[in-house]
Structure formats: C-alpha cells, structure tokens
C-alpha cells in the first residue's frame, strides 16, 4: 500500500523546468523514504497562473503523482473533470504555498486548497496508472469519499488527458464547494490574501478568487 515495491521515480522533468536560484518551490532533493508505513500524501493546490487551475497530488513511490485540473475537482459524479496528467512532483511540494516568480514556470500564486491522505482502492497502483483507471478513497479536509482518475483520448493534447469523477456514496453532491470553501487549509487565506503576503500579483491572484469572498 505504501510504494515500496515500486521503482524509484526520477524529478528530472520537474527540476529542468525551474530555476531554484529565482522560485521558492522546493527543489526535492530530498532522498524519498524507501520505505514509509505513513498513510499516503493527498494534496490539491490552487494556482492562479497563466490559467487557474487545481493541481492533484497523490503520494506513490516517494513523489506525487499529478494532474491539472482546469475546472477543480467536482462533488457531482455526473460531473467530469479534465485532468491533464502532468510531471512528478517531489512530496515536499504537498507543504508548498506562495508565490512562483513571474516569468519562472508556472508564475502565480499557489494555495494549498486540500490536503489529507488517500487510499487506493486496488492495492497495485502501478498497474491501475498504467491502465489507466484509478479508483481511490479520499480522506482530505474538503474532500472525502470514492473517486476515479480515468485516462481518456479526448482533448486532443500531446500530454495524457485524464477525467476526474466522483464516484456515488454519501460524499456526493451537487453544491459548489469550489465556490463554497475557495479558502486555504493551511492559512485560511484566499489567492489574493496569499500574494499579499508573499509580494505575489494581488491583482492577478484576486481572479482565482470567487466574487465577492
Ligand atoms: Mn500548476
């Protein structure tokens, strides 16, 4: 359940693309425990960046495993999400929230928007990743509940597009909580709190947030 049978995988990508001299995200240098019994790292973050969207985490084989999520995740499970499978982050980024440089990769204002733990619902990762279809139990503070990550052929893109969809049991729902909780679990801060306080663009920040919070 932890990943330790798992080969060990590699930042490369996530490094080349920053520059750690200029951005204050965490270079991940960190050696991964090779072998954890801690239950594994859920984490969803906020990114105003050229674009807003929710950045999935989950924990396997010492990084986190990621998607974008343009649209955030939806408690709906008639609801789909696109999820754009994207480069390995070190696990020390599920502690990450401020503001990327502008001009840097990804320049904007990060939120920690979730966090918690998760489970998968079949034990061999590995296999469902490759497969493409991922059922997992989410123990977060805003999300709980069965979920799917399924690989798709829509979108059209050269990265792998996934859908994130709610799967139905008493956490489903068809109110709002991107609207409902916009706030951080770390600081309780909104987007345009947290480039405040990190000298971030407020104003490009405040975007991200709902009107009127
Ligand atoms: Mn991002």
């Known amino acids: 359940m932890n990943g330790s049978k798992s080969p060990p995988r590699v930042l490369k990508q996530y490094q080349s693309k920053r520059d750690f001299k200029v951005t204050a995200e965490p270079k991940g240098s960190k050696p991964a425990p090779a072998h954890s019994a801690s239950p594994l790292l859920y984490v969803i973050q906020k990114h105003q960046a050229s674009h807003l969207h929710y ?12 998607w974008a999520v343009p649209k955030g995740p939806s408690l709906n499970p008639a609801v789909k999400r696109l999820a754009t499978h994207v480069e390995d982050h070190p696990l020390e980024y599920g502690g990450f929230e401020g503001v990327i440089p502008e001009g840097e990769y990804g320049g904007g204002t990060v939120m920690l928007w979730d966090r918690g733990t998760w489970t998968p619902e079949d034990p061999d990762v ?4 490759r497969k493409g279809e991922l059922k997992f139990t989410l123990n977060g503070k805003k999300l709980k509940g069965s979920w799917v990550l399924v690989r798709t052929k829509l979108g059209g893109s050269t990265k792998p ?3 994130l969809i709610k799967h139905r049991d008493r956490f489903a729902s068809t109110r709002d909580i991107l609207l409902e909780k916009p706030r951080s679990v770390a600081s309780n801060s909104l987007l345009a709190e947290i480039a405040r306080d990190h000298q971030g663009n407020v104003a490009k920040a405040a ?7």
């Open 55 to 66: 950045d999935f985490r989950l924990e396997w084989a010492g990084v986190l495993v990621s």
């Open 126 to 129: 590995e296999a469902a990743l």
């Open 161 to 163: 597009q996934w859908l």
């Open 207 to 213: 975007k991200g947030d709902p009107p009127e919070s």
